[in-house]
């Protein structure tokens, strides 16, 4: 009954489908996982919508022209200022939100190319920690 498991063309073949799984489908379901994430995050931050609405209004906090007769340089004035300022503001924030979606971005990109290194790199590490230990410990 256990002869069946040690054979040696099943223990090929389980081999070769690990090797298959190791090197070729984990990392293209990290490189997946890592599109899902960058995708998410860009519709999260919605960078096409904050470049479109750059220097919107911010908030809808603006003041419409007086309609009186006659000209009111001090109500244009302040009106004039009140709409400058509420831009400005709205560009502001927006440029940081921008820039917060770019450092996200850039967070998730350095956390998956650790993530592939380490997978990659993880078997040369059993390797020589196996080495190290049979070295030290075993005569």
């Known amino acids: 009954m256990f002869s069946l498991i040690f054979h040696p063309l099943l223990l090929l073949r ?15 379901g990290i490189v997946r996982m890592y599109a899902a994430y960058a995708l998410a995050l860009g519709e999260i931050f919605s960078f096409r919508f904050l470049l479109r609405t750059l ?12 309609t009186k007769k006659g000209i009111h340089i001090d109500q244009i004035f302040g009106t004039f200022c009140l ?3 509420s831009r400005v503001i709205g560009g502001i924030f927006r440029i940081l939100a ?20 380490a997978w990659i790199a993880y078997p040369i590490g ?7 230990l049979f070295q030290t410990f075993l005569p």
Do not use: D, H
């Open 14 to 28: 389980v081999l070769g489908m690990f090797i298959l799984w190791y090197v070729w489908e984990m990392p293209a």
């Open 55 to 66: 220097f919107s209004i911010w908030k809808g906090i603006s003041e419409e022209y007086s």
């Open 83 to 85: 709409n400058t300022f």
């Open 98 to 117: 921008i820039l917060l979606g770019i450092s996200v971005q850039l967070l998730c990109l350095t956390l998956f190319i650790i993530a592939i290194v």
């Open 126 to 132: 059993v390797y020589f920690g196996m080495r190290f």
